[in-house]
């Protein structure tokens, strides 16, 4: 992946609000951050030292291992390794509360899988990841190429996907950007909503099921450009 590609995604997850790096308690939202321009063999050997230590580590320069509680789990990278636009590499991304997350860098963007160590699953995600308060179903968010925005998906805990979509939305007259993604305490999903030709134009919406559809409420009206 290019260099440039990096910097657009990972500028990207900064207007999520996402990157940064938190871990909260378990009972509380889990975020799973890391760096996208810092995924050299010595930034990534220092986050391991840090936060995995023991749970993750290097069998080679291409193949990460991650220890869960039912064996080794191994990511192996594909080539051609160096290409701008093909080959699959794996990097360390963060762990916590019994998770780790681990980043797929390949031709088309930048994904995730999410481990459960107790269990050894492990699950599509993304390049950002956040778990609810319950820990029964996570966010995560993804950039592909030639897309401005991110992809965003809602998937239970067993990776099954229950809604999907794009951060960059129509909520009624306008498009409208969504960031900050977050869970409440009852296992709602919410996000803030901003206008594109406003940027003054901020409202909290949360993502509803009406009549077996998921939408963002409450809609508004954006100014035309």
């Not at 401005?148 to 999907?164: K, L, P, Q």
Request: proline share 3%; with cysteine.
């Amino acid at each position: 992946m290019t260099e440039r590609r990096v910097r657009r995604l990972a500028s990207a997850l900064l207007v999520l609000g996402l990157a940064g790096g938190l871990h909260p308690a378990h009972g509380a939202n889990l975020h799973f951050s890391c760096g996208y321009e810092g995924n050299g063999t010595a930034d990534e050997a220092k986050r391991i030292a840090g936060r995995a230590q023991g749970v993750v580590w290097r069998e080679g320069k291409r193949v990460l291992s991650v220890r869960t509680a039912q064996g080794v789990l191994r990511f192996k990278d594909k080539p051609p390794y160096d290409e701008p636009m093909g080959g699959t590499v794996h990097h360390f991304c963060d762990r916590g509360d019994g998770y780790t997350l681990v980043t797929v860098e390949e031709e088309g963007g930048i994904t995730g899988v999410l481990v459960e160590e107790a269990s050894g699953r492990k699950t599509q995600a993304g390049a950002e990841v956040l778990l609810s308060n319950d820990r029964r179903a996570y966010f995560a968010a993804s950039g592909e190429d030639g897309l401005d925005g991110m992809i965003w998906r809602i998937h239970a805990i067993d990776g099954t996907t229950s809604w999907s979509g794009y951060n960059i939305v129509d909520l009624h007259k306008g498009d409208t950007t969504l960031d900050a993604p977050a869970w409440t305490e009852k296992g709602e999903f919410t996000a803030m909503a901003q206008c594109v030709t406003n940027e003054k134009l901020r409202w909290k919406v949360k993502l509803t099921k009406v009549n077996g559809k998921w939408q963002w409420l409450p809609k508004r009206t954006c100014p035309r450009s």
